[in-house]
């Protein structure tokens, strides 16, 4: 259905920029801009023809029940599963997706967090700035050339991964439910089962969408099968892996260490006062929160607040793949929606 009149579009919190280029390419149309992150039912709801949320507010049942106008749902992200899409279902609501965006960026950061690991730069870093001390003999690296990256995940950010690896000189193994033959080839691999590839590798790389399938994709039995002298690194989402289980591989040594962008349970770690006066959250909220925590205080993890995407390329791809999204919506044609 096309949309003739003028339509109020409500975005949680935006920067200046992405706000100048959402009024830029969306002109004629009523955009409210929150200043923070929507964590439950807003009188703004009420209003909203649309609304554009980033992965940092939660779309609940409750929420879309209480905007009675909506029509239209975008995320500015890859990732959908802070959207409750059966209650939009049931809305008839589509709910539309940022399919790639920044995918060299988050590749890159990637090995931004592989690098730290294999030469020790932030601990190196972090004793000289507390301690005022150097010991050569703690921070001895590893080089990456010769060694085997392992891409859980072909999408482009997946492929990026593997084409930067090979600049670097390694190996590369490819594990993927659709293998992209093509690609193996030009990588000089081949692809082969998830437990082949960690067996194998030096290090294992993440790239995958978070759904039922992938849950837990990395468990206890998979991480039992890595190498005692392996990495991971995660750039996807935090629920792929079984932080419980990671954390006890890591205190056994099982596992060298590990490369996280995203954490199982990262949307209580980043507002804990959230969990204060409330005696209705799950158990499993806490022990996710906990183990979290462990993680950010072993000398071999290196834990980022989610940011692998954040370059002022990546942001502006975002923000205009959203504008589109959106126009596209209003004329009747929406596109880049996310299946049923």
Known sequence: MRYTGRMRILFDKTEPAEQALFREMIPGHELVFLDSPIRGVLPELATADILSVFVSSSVTKEMIAAAPNLKYIATRSMGFDHIDRAAAKERNIPVSYVPSYGTRTVAEFGFALLLALSRKAYAAYDRLRTD?????????????????????????????????????????????????????????????????????SDVVSIHVPLMPATQH?????????????AFLINTSRGGVVDTKALVEALKAGKLAGAGLDVLEGERALMDETSLLGDDHHDVKEYQELVAAHALLDMPNVIVTPHIAFNTKEAKREIATTTAENLLACIAGTPKNTIPA
Do not use: H, Q, W
Request: contains cysteine.
């Open 132 to 200: 005022g001390t150097t010991d050569v003999k703690d921070f001895e690296g590893f080089d990456l050339a010769g060694k085997t990256l392992g891409i859980v995940g072909t999408g482009k950010i997946g492929k990026n991964m593997a084409r930067i690896g090979r600049g670097f000189d390694m190996k590369i193994m490819l594990c993927d439910a659709f293998p992209d033959e093509a690609f193996a080839k030009e990588v000089a691999t081949s692809y082969c089962k998830i437990e082949d590839l960690v067996a194998a």
């Open 217 to 229: 994709l990395i468990n206890a039995d998979v991480l039992s099968r890595f190498k005692p002298s």
